[in-house]
């Protein structure tokens, strides 16, 4: 069994930052998985892909977050981070993580609102 428990979300100022966390967990979580992404969901509208590591290091950003937001990890950890600078309103949703490797699974997801 596989548990994602994402932290760090909360109410910011246009301009501020966060630092969201997606914490793995329970005897099937795979250190590396396949892919370990952060997607966000704003008030009526779909899911959007945010930012993704991948087993090898290598990194995949929207592009409406390209160049503000930072996914980084520490493997030991099992645990996934999403770095937001320069955040906007538009930036407002719930942030979930993701982590696929062979099957795949979701947090529960942490609300971020960015005031203007």
């Known amino acids: 069994q596989v548990q994602l428990v994402e932290s760090g979300g909360g109410l910011v100022q246009a301009g501020g930052s966060l630092r969201l966390s997606c914490v793995g967990s329970g005897p099937g979580m795979p250190l590396t998985p396949s892919v370990t992404a952060w997607y966000r969901q704003a008030p009526g509208e779909a899911r959007e892909f945010v930012a993704g590591?991948?087993?090898?290091?290598?990194?995949k950003y929207g592009d409406s977050v390209q160049g503000r937001f930072t996914i980084s990890r520490d493997i030991r950890k099992k645990t996934v981070y999403l770095q937001m600078n320069s955040l906007k309103p538009e930036d407002t949703g719930v942030y979930y993580c993701?982590?696929?490797?062979?099957?795949?699974?979701w947090g529960q997801g942490t609300q971020v609102t960015v005031s203007s």
């Open positions: 993701k982590a696929v490797s062979g099957y795949e699974w």
């Open positions: 590591i991948y087993a090898g290091g290598s990194t």
